[in-house]
């Protein structure tokens, strides 16, 4: 550890890990949810639980590298985040290998066209893109630094899409699919963040090289910029639904209080943007609107709107040879989530070269062809005891209720009956996707179905997905 890091600082480093462990960001609890008092705002939240399935997009300059995102540049989460480091033990040099990685960023096969074809193939009916990752590239044409896909030291600044946040909005609204603009709080870049000759010195870490409290003037000059950047992106690009604001270590309070006047700012975006909805991740409070479980799904139903971001692949930014789920995996995350009252953002790293990798586009297709059939049980549903059991996933439409009985595999058992543990009074149940009748029985501790014949032949569907009336 660096001789210029002190005790103090330690202390403040630990007190983040809350929120931050690996790269993966914890989520903030049901107590830490305020209700909005603005009707629109409300309003806007019952939009988003209708829409349930998100595709987020992580992609700059660090594409090349196939590694992960920012994280190699602080210091203090080298422990993990530099386990594919392995040209050099200079990590000084490392640094500057990565900021540079702006001069050799060319993804001249882009067709932000479709990449929303795609998404809208695969039922996803809004989309989180990366504006600024934690490394301070900025996707779009930002009058606020040189570091950003328009800027002169790009490749790929002189291509028609090179103001890439413009083009993927443009792209996605045309199929329909909302926008969510995903912006860093944090900047690794600015020197108004990471600041040279501050107390510091070359040691690095997620928060600010300076106290804020210590340097108010400095400090005032990161806020300032953060709020052009931010409000760059609500005026001067459309139609904007969610302000998705990540490093949520960049917040009020704790012993490093980097307060950017978040409330100021998201109000000042709604004289623009009155729709707004804005995912302050972790810090809880007024412009928390909806909670953000990372890589994981909470272990029961949240009571509060809330929605997870899961990797299609094993990584959020572009990994050479990465692995992608299966559609079965992706169903089975995705009635989870829902079952339990969330939302589901599945992310994909689009390459280098600005194409979606070929295994991410079948996973979304596969995804997709299924939302197709049985897209009725998800989209506009709510939760419904007894929620998600392992292999039943509840969700409700008024007084119909539906039941996705879930298979692991292409080789589990299909048996005759079924059983799901519904107790509730019911009139009728259909197989979605059949016209066949389904005979039924129930007791007060469920219901026996039994499965026609033609259900019984060849291997195990994603699912059998049931519709249940109650009146």
């Not at 939009?47 to 595709?55: I, N, R």
């Not at 992106?233 to 459309?238: F, Q």
């Not at 909806?290 to 799904?297: A, G, K, L, R």
């Not at 272990?299 to 050479?320: A, Q």
Request: charged content about 25%.
């Amino acid at each position: 550890m660096s001789e210029n890091v002190t005790e103090a600082q330690i202390e403040e480093q630990n007190e983040a890990q809350h929120e931050v462990e690996n790269g993966v960001h914890n989520y903030s609890s049901e107590a830490e949810w305020v209700k909005p008092s603005n009707p629109v705002t409300l309003e806007r939240l019952e939009w988003f639980q209708d829409q349930k399935l998100a595709l987020m997009m992580h992609w700059g300059p660090y594409s090349q590298i196939g590694m992960v995102e920012s994280w190699i540049l602080s210091d203090d989460d080298g422990d993990w985040a530099r386990d594919d480091v392995d040209w050099t033990t200079d990590y000084e040099q490392m640094k500057r290998e990565y900021f540079d990685l702006n001069k050799t960023f060319n993804p001249f096969r882009f067709e932000p066209e479709k990449w929303a074809e795609a998404a809208a193939e695969g039922g996803f009916k809004y989309l989180i893109f990366t504006t600024k990752h934690h490394d301070g590239f900025c996707m779009w044409d930002t009058k606020t630094t040189e570091y950003r896909s328009t800027g002169k030291e790009t490749p790929f600044h002189t291509h028609k899409n090179a103001d890439i946040v413009g083009k993927v909005f443009d792209a996605f609204r045309n199929k329909d699919i909302a926008i969510a603009s995903y912006f860093s709080k944090a900047d690794w870049h600015t020197p108004l963040y990471w600041a040279p000759g501050t107390e510091r010195g070359n040691h690095t870490w997620r928060g600010p090289s300076y106290s804020p409290q210590e340097n108010p003037e400095l400090w005032e000059k990161f806020v300032q910029f953060t709020h052009e950047q931010i409000m760059e992106l609500m005026t001067r690009y459309g139609r904007i639904d969610i302000l998705w604001l990540d490093a949520g270590w960049v917040r009020e309070g704790g012993r490093v209080s980097q307060d950017i006047r978040l409330g100021e700012l998201v109000e000042r975006a709604r004289e623009t943007q009155p729709w707004l909805l804005s995912a302050d991740r972790t810090v809880g409070g007024a412009y928390e609107n909806y909670v953000t479980p990372e890589q994981t799904i909470p272990t029961r139903p949240l009571n509060v709107p809330w929605e997870s971001c899961i990797t299609i692949g094993t990584s959020f930014s572009f990994k050479f040879e990465d692995k992608y789920k299966t559609a079965r995996q992706l169903v089975n995350i995705l009635m989870e989530v829902v079952a339990k009252g969330g939302n589901l953002a599945l992310n994909v790293g689009p390459q280098p070269d600005g194409r979606l990798p070929a295994g991410a586009l079948k996973s979304m297709k596969d995804l997709g062809a299924w939302m197709k059939v049985y897209g009725e049980a998800v989209y506009g549903t709510r939760i419904c005891a007894p929620y998600y059991t392992g292999q039943c996933a509840f969700t409700r439409k008024d007084d119909t209720v539906y039941c996705t009985y879930l298979y692991a595999s292409e080789d589990a058992e299909l048996t005759a009956e079924i059983r799901i543990p519904y107790s509730e009074p019911i009139t009728g149940i259909e197989l979605l996707a059949s016209e066949e009748p389904i005979s039924y029985t129930q007791d007060s501790e469920g219901v026996t179905i039994q499965l026609p014949a033609s259900e019984l032949q060849g291997k195990a569907p994603i699912a059998h997905v049931f519709r249940i009336s109650t009146k």
